[in-house]
């Protein structure tokens, strides 16, 4: 998404060729890496006053940039959302099978105790 940003919005493919943008909206995505913090920011909720008023400049001048914004928000929940599941699901089953292994173990010991009592 940060690749994207960078060549739509940062190297201005997305604009009309007669249209002026302010440079403080294109500023936030002129590298991959601004791009990528710049996403990260606004994903975190934790964005500047400037690049707020970035933001809302950029929505103005390309309103369908508001479904690919919304588009990334959805996304990247959705994936850290399957993230943390992933993890939980995996130590769950982690731990599961190491309890089953402990019991098949105490079974194990208990009937080797048992035989060897009939001995």
């Not at 909206?25 to 991959?32: D, H, L, R």
């Not at 130590?91 to 173990?105: A, D, K």
Request: glycine share 6%; hydrophobic share 45%.
């Amino acid at each position: 998404m940060g690749i994207l940003a960078t060549r739509l919005i940062g190297q201005r493919m997305m604009f009309g060729p007669g249209q002026e943008v302010p440079e403080h909206v294109i500023a936030p995505f002129n590298t991959v890496p601004a791009s990528m913090f710049t996403l990260f920011r606004v994903m975190s909720g934790a964005v500047s006053d400037s690049l707020d008023e970035a933001l809302d400049d950029l929505m103005k001048a390309l309103p369908g940039a508001k479904f690919a914004f919304v588009f990334f928000m959805v996304t990247s929940s959705w994936t850290l959302l399957s993230i943390l599941t992933a993890v939980v699901s995996e130590n769950m089953i982690t731990t599961t099978s190491q309890q089953q292994e402990e019991l098949r173990l105490s079974h194990f010991e208990e009937e080797r105790k048992k035989q060897l009592r009939r001995l």
